[in-house]
């Protein structure tokens, strides 16, 4: 069964950095791209970019370009998602999902649970 | 950016009825659009992709149409468990979700 797990809710102060994750199983996790979803009331969902965890080759949504950086321990099957300098405006929940291509079409089959964070002073 | 409209933004239905939700891009997409299904407090799940391949495991009360700059979700009869938001996402060029449309008995 294919599963994608994540880290916990976190909890941070603006200025300080983070780093979630999320951990592929149930196949080969270095086989398709992970993509990051942000997920908030007053934007709704939206694309953040995404990672190939053979090579931790990325793309970046414009709008988090600069902002966040992916990456990706293909020894473990996971991904990672990390800020350097948090701001209120980062808080929301975060999904990972698996992208996958089948004769040119493209989704985004399994979603990780999510994780919140959470960023207040 | 390919801007996607989602329509209505919510609805009140009965269990029984036929449920319709439209998806417009800004421009044509071809058939690169998926619909996916978030209840409350849970990650979205993937119905449909490529407009109107059903995802497996996926119940065939639920349909998609479309191609070009409209697409739509039918959902042939509601039952309890479809109360949720439904999200139409764009994969034409990088990936752009529609605001949602929620759905309530």
């Known amino acids: 069964e294919v599963q994608l797990a994540q880290s916990g809710a976190e909890v941070r102060k603006p200025g300080e950095s983070l780093t979630i994750s999320c951990q592929g199983s149930g196949y080969t996790f270095t086989n398709n791209w992970i993509a990051w979803l942000r997920q908030t009331p007053e934007r709704g969902l939206e694309w953040m970019g995404n990672v190939y965890p053979d090579d931790s080759d990325t793309r970046y949504s414009p709008s988090f370009r600069g902002r966040v950086t992916f990456s990706a321990d293909k020894s473990i099957s996971t991904a990672y998602l990390q800020w350097s300098s948090l701001q209120a405006s980062d808080t929301a929940m975060y999904y990972c999902?698996?992208?996958?291509?089948?004769?040119?079409?493209?989704?985004?089959?399994?979603w990780g649970q999510g994780t919140l964070v959470t960023v207040s002073s | 950016a390919i801007q996607m409209t989602q329509s209505p933004s919510s609805l009140s239905v009965s269990v029984g009825d036929r449920v319709t939700i439209t998806c417009r891009a800004s421009q044509a997409i071809r058939n690169d659009l998926s619909w996916l299904q978030q209840k409350p407090g849970k990650a979205p799940k993937l119905l449909i992709y490529g407009a109107s391949t059903l995802q497996s495991g996926v119940p065939s009360r639920f349909s998609g149409s479309g191609s070009g700059t409209a697409f739509t979700l039918t959902i042939s009869s509601l039952q309890p468990e479809d109360v949720a938001t439904y999200y139409c996402?764009?994969?034409?060029?990088?990936?752009?979700f529609g605001q949602g449309t929620k759905v309530e008995i």
């Open positions: 999902a698996r992208r996958t291509v089948v004769a040119l079409i493209e989704y985004f089959d399994y």
């Open positions: 996402l764009q994969d034409y060029n990088l990936w752009t």
